[in-house]
C-alpha cells in the first residue's frame, strides 16, 4: 500500500485552520491509520491512532476523520507549536508504511 | 516506558550495522506490543525497517528485507537491529519505537497498531 499525503507544504498562520489529507492507494482500515507530529530535531509523536482517536495529552483542536482511502487531520486554530511536520501510517497485513510528510510552515 | 538507541555511531561501507534498543519502565515480553526500528535520513521522510515481537517472529520492510535481521533478548530487555552491506544510503537517524497492537475498549479487544513510544534515535553515519 502506498499512503500519499497532500499538500506536501501547508503555509498557514496562527489561528487559521489547517487540512491535511492522507490518501491509501487501496481501502484500508480505518482502525490501523495513526497520524504523527515531528518537530526539528525531535522524534515524533502520536498526535490520532484508529483515524480519529486523540492519543492521551493531545489537545482538542487536533481532530481526524476518515474511511476506506481518504483520511484528514484537521488542526481548528493554528498555534505557534503547530507548525511541524505531519505523517500519517498505516499498518495492514504486517506492514506498516508511512506517508511522505506534509510540512506545516508559517 | 523508555527506548534508548546505542550503538557506532560510524560504520563503514559494505560492513554490518548493529544497533541495541534498551527498554526501561516496561518489558518487551508482553504480547500487546511490536519492537520497531524506524529510520530517518537526513532531511527525508520516516522509513519503517522492521520490528520483532517478544516471541522472536519478525517483520521487515519488503525494500530492506534481504539485508536486515531483528532479534529481540528477554533477559536482558533489549532488541536489537543488524543492517547488512551498507552504503551511505544508509545514513539516517536510527529509532527504536513500541508499537500497541491493541488496546482492552468497551469490554473487547481492538486492534489499532501505532506509535506510541519512541527512543531519542540515534544518528548512524555510513563513510570510510
Known amino acids: 500500500i502506498v499512503l500519499t499525503q497532500s499538500p506536501g507544504t501547508l503555509s498557514l498562520s496562527p489561528g487559521e485552520r489547517a487540512t491535511l489529507s492522507c490518501r491509501a492507494s487501496?481501502?484500508?482500515?480505518?482502525?490501523?491509520l495513526a497520524w504523527y507530529q515531528q518537530k526539528p530535531g525531535q522524534a515524533p509523536r502520536l498526535l490520532i491512532y484508529?483515524?480519529?482517536t486523540r492519543a492521551p495529552g493531545i489537545p482538542d483542536r487536533f481532530s481526524a476523520s476518515g474511511s476506506g482511502t481518504g483520511f484528514t487531520l484537521t488542526i481548528s486554530r493554528l498555534e505557534p507549536e503547530d507548525f511541524a511536520i505531519y505523517y500519517c501510517?498505516?499498518?495492514?497485513?504486517?506492514?506498516?508504511?508511512f506517508g511522505q510528510g506534509t510540512k506545516l510552515e508559517i | 516506558v523508555q527506548l534508548q538507541e546505542s550503538g557506532p555511531g560510524l560504520v563503514n561501507p559494505s560492513e554490518t550495522l548493529s544497533l541495541t534498543c534498551t527498554v526501561s519502565?516496561?518489558?518487551?515480553?508482553?504480547?500487546?506490543?511490536?519492537w520497531n526500528w524506524i529510520r530517518q535520513s537526513p532531511g527525508k521522510g520516516l522509513e519503517w525497517i522492521g520490528y520483532?515481537?517478544?516471541?522472536?517472529?519478525?517483520s521487515y520492510s519488503p525494500s530492506l528485507k534481504s539485508r536486515v535481521t531483528m532479534s529481540v533478548d528477554t533477559s536482558t530487555n533489549q532488541f536489537s537491529l543488524h543492517l547488512t552491506s551498507v552504503t551511505a544510503a544508509d545514513t539516517a537517524v536510527y529509532y527504536c519505537?513500541?508499537?500497541?497492537?491493541?488496546?482492552?475498549?468497551?469490554?473487547?479487544?481492538?486492534?489499532?497498531?501505532?506509535?506510541?513510544?519512541w527512543g531519542q534515535g540515534t544518528l548512524v553515519t555510513v563513510s570510510s
Open positions: 519505537v513500541r508499537q500497541v497492537l491493541y488496546d482492552y475498549v468497551g469490554g473487547d479487544y481492538r486492534y489499532f497498531y501505532y506509535f506510541d513510544s
Open positions: 519502565g516496561g518489558t518487551v515480553s508482553i504480547g500487546s506490543y511490536y
Open positions: 520483532v515481537y517478544f516471541d522472536g517472529r519478525t
Open positions: 487501496r481501502n484500508v482500515d480505518s482502525s490501523h
Open positions: 484508529s483515524s480519529s
Open positions: 501510517q498505516l499498518f495492514d497485513t504486517s506492514v506498516n508504511t
